[in-house]
């Protein structure tokens, strides 16, 4: 079956644009997460949606960002008036349930975002 | 922060040799796992292994957790060049969200 799907696969916009990032979960899995990977640096948790709510946004890094779910499947990740230091590789992931049983979390294959 | 912490950055072995790289956490955790990044593609799930757990197999994967000291390694055995990639370890908490390390970074020479 498919696996999580992220678009686009890469994004390069100017410094103070805005951008909107796609992400498509495994069918049938209620979790979706957001994560963001800086070059060099480990994985940043930034927001995960349990059906179209997200009740953990502590992860997100400025107001400039935010995402949202619709019909518990199809995510976006916003970012406004985009800064050079959001440049990074942007993860989604799903998973089938949250909370127990913890469950494994399917990755997306990610979109790179490069802010000029 | 709870991000997990693997040592070493980076290691670099011959094909057929084992390698270990170990994570080290700060906090309380229901399961920690294992992931591998190859280059330009997405994470994948290596292996999970709970709180209540000491050691956990998977093929050529040797997992260890020790609570008490808040640590975990993860053994290859025999690796091959198609192991080359970063590997990371992330621990969960509460919710189900990964804490992630800055990962180790393996390349195996064929």
């Known amino acids: 079956g498919a696996g999580v799907s992220q678009s686009p696969s890469n994004k390069v916009t100017e410094k103070g644009k805005d951008v909107e990032l796609r992400c498509d979960p495994i069918?049938?899995?209620?979790?979706l997460y957001w994560y963001r990977q800086s070059l060099g640096q480990g994985l940043e948790f930034l927001i995960y949606?349990?059906?179209?709510?997200?009740?953990?946004k502590s992860g997100l890094p400025s107001d400039r960002f935010s995402a949202e779910r619709t019909g518990g499947s199809v995510s976006t990740l916003t970012i406004q008036r985009t800064q050079q230091e959001d440049s990074a590789v942007y993860l989604c992931?799903?998973?089938?349930?949250?909370?127990?049983?913890?469950?494994?979390?399917?990755f997306g294959p990610g979109t790179r975002l490069t802010v000029l | 922060s709870q991000q997990g912490e693997e040592d070493p950055q980076a290691l670099s072995i011959q094909e057929g040799e084992n390698a270990t790289m170990n994570c080290s956490y700060k906090?309380?955790?229901?399961?920690l796992q294992w992931y591998r990044q190859n280059s330009g593609r997405g994470l994948v799930h290596l292996i999970l292994?709970?709180?209540?757990?000491r050691e956990k197999h998977s093929g050529r994967l040797r997992v260890t957790l020790d609570t008490s000291k808040k640590s975990s390694s993860l053994l290859i055995t025999a690796s091959r060049a198609a192991d080359t990639a970063s590997y990371f370890c992330?621990?969960?908490?509460?919710?189900?969200?990964?804490?992630f390390g800055t990962g180790t970074r393996l390349t195996v020479i064929p």
């Open positions: 992931a799903s998973s089938l349930v949250i909370p127990p049983p913890r469950d494994e979390q399917f």
């Open positions: 906090t309380s955790i229901n399961n």
């Open positions: 292994i709970r709180s209540n757990e």
């Open positions: 992330a621990t969960v908490t509460g919710a189900n969200n990964l804490f």
């Open positions: 949606f349990q059906g179209n709510s997200a009740p953990d």
């Open positions: 069918s049938g899995h209620t979790a």
